[in-house]
């Protein structure tokens, strides 16, 4: 079946470095969509992609979808505290249902 | 953010008990999910109701039972559960029941059961 892929599952940076998690999908995708969970909370939306090559920036997040819309990327800069927390990518299913990415933690070490 | 509430947030049940998640949203949204996510898994949808009406059941068990009475609410109705039942339980909603539209969730409520 269809399928999300995320990657990596998690990934510890010092506070300042940059940050990225990856999203591949099986088959070709309408749009796609990111999520952010705080430790403790629930998902909020971030932002959608939706063109092929589109690039859109959110202060410090920078989100890729890629030419085939396959496969999308989230780029952090200067990662900060607030940034801590599981970013997970989402991609249309059948009926409508969402295909979620196992999500990549991203730990600021001490 | 109060957009979309659930209650209780906490929950301890053994596995003869029967209880109930509630879930209510405020947006004006047509669409609800519940959603399973534990710590070994990626978020599992379970049901989506779309103007009160189920529209996808992902091969639930029978010990969950949902209920959407308006568009505003939506109820999980648990029996007889087991231990790997222990999760997040999260409420979400959106406009309507399409993947272009963003999905708001709510806080969720921890289930364990004993």
């Known amino acids: 079946g269809q399928q999300v892929m995320q990657i990596p599952q998690y990934q510890h940076v010092q506070e300042g470095e940059d940050f990225t998690t990856y999203c591949n999908s099986s088959t070709t995708l309408s749009n796609i969509q990111w999520y952010k969970q705080r430790p403790g909370g629930h998902p909020v939306f971030l932002i959608q992609?939706?063109?092929s090559g589109e690039v859109k920036k959110q202060k410090r997040l920078t989100f890729q979808f890629g030419e085939a819309k396959k496969n999308s990327s989230l780029h952090i800069t200067a990662t900060q505290t607030t940034d801590v927390g599981t970013y997970f990518c989402a991609g249309p299913g059948s009926n409508y249902q969402l295909i979620w990415g196992a999500g990549t933690k991203l730990i600021i070490k001490p | 953010e109060t957009g979309v509430t659930q209650t209780p947030r906490h929950l301890v049940m053994g596995m003869t008990n029967k209880k109930s998640l509630k879930c209510e949203q405020h947006l004006g949204h047509n669409a609800m999910y519940w959603y399973k996510q534990s710590a070994k898994k990626p978020l599992e949808l379970m049901f989506v109701?779309?103007?009160?009406?189920?529209?996808e059941n992902n091969s639930v068990p029978s010990r969950f039972s949902p209920e959407c009475p308006n568009s505003s609410h939506l109820f999980l109705h648990l029996h007889t559960l087991q231990p790997e039942d222990s999760a997040l339980y999260l409420c979400?909603?959106?406009?309507?029941?399409?993947?272009?539209?963003?999905?708001?969730f709510g806080p969720g409520t921890r289930l364990t059961v004993t």
């Open positions: 109701y779309s103007l009160e009406e189920r529209v």
């Open positions: 992609l939706v063109k």
């Open positions: 979400a909603s959106s406009y309507q029941p399409l993947d272009t539209y963003e999905q708001y």
